[in-house]
């Protein structure tokens, strides 16, 4: 099976911080990429899709990048509200693989 | 507004047989380009992706779970269920119904899991 690594497992910032997260998965899978945010007790959301789509309604802070096996989501200009964690999924191939996850929170 | 909602047994005993239904509200399980699906999640796999139903009512599951895991729909009542087999301790989990989107996008498509039921948790234990 492809492997989706994420990276770093977990991240502090602060407001205002821009922070980036990557994922790199083990065998190219073009754009197929979309990215989740996860806040506590809750279901994950989707904020971008394609590797750089954002969803409707995301904010434009988000942004995501990459072709192949490397791709980044980054947060400009964090708000309190950003603070969770974010989950990549590729979508290349069944079965469909999540990243492990990165836990941003606050410094 | 599209709206998944879970539903089934909080608490199932080893060997026997889960059974979670994903009611959908808002919109159609028989509309061309949606992937019913089913996720679960614990501290310790993270995030699952189990299987998908299309709208045509093809399927696809993992294959780590293939043989314990079956994915319906009864499109009269627009619900999706899920029926796990045999299930231990390790399948103690919070199982999420989703939506996989099929997006077309200049010559190709692309998916996003764009609409996520709350979730429930499951545990197995006797």
């Known amino acids: 099976d492809l492997q989706m690594m994420q990276s770093p497992s977990s991240l502090s910032a602060s407001v205002g911080d821009r922070v980036t997260i990557t994922c790199r998965a083990s065998q190219g899978i073009r754009n197929d990429l979309s990215w989740y945010q996860q806040k506590p007790g809750k279901a994950p959301k989707c904020l971008i899709y394609?590797?750089?789509t954002l969803q409707s309604g995301v904010p434009s802070r988000f942004s995501g990048s990459g072709f192949g096996t490397e791709f980044t989501l980054t947060i400009n200009s964090l708000q309190p509200e950003d603070f969770a964690t974010y989950y990549c999924l590729q979508h290349s191939s069944y079965p469909r693989i999540f990243g492990q996850g990165t836990k941003l929170d606050i410094k | 507004q599209v709206q998944l909602q879970e539903s089934g047994p909080g608490l199932v005993k080893p060997s026997e047989t889960l059974s979670l239904t994903c009611t959908v509200s808002g919109d159609s399980v028989t509309i061309k380009g949606y992937y019913w699906s089913w996720i679960r999640q614990t501290p310790g796999k993270g995030l699952e992706w189990m299987g998908y139903i299309s709208y045509s009512g093809s399927t696809n599951y993992n294959p780590s779970l293939k043989s314990r895991v079956t994915i319906s729909a009864e499109t009269s009542k627009n619900q999706f269920s899920l029926k796990m087999t045999s299930v231990t301790t390790e399948d103690t989990a919070i199982y999420y119904c989703?939506?996989?989107?099929?997006?077309?996008?200049?010559?190709?498509?692309?998916?996003?899991?764009?609409?996520w039921g709350q979730g429930t948790t499951v545990t197995v234990s006797s």
């Open positions: 394609a590797a750089s």
């Open positions: 989703a939506r996989d989107h099929m997006i077309p996008q200049s010559r190709y498509f692309f998916y996003a899991m764009d609409v």
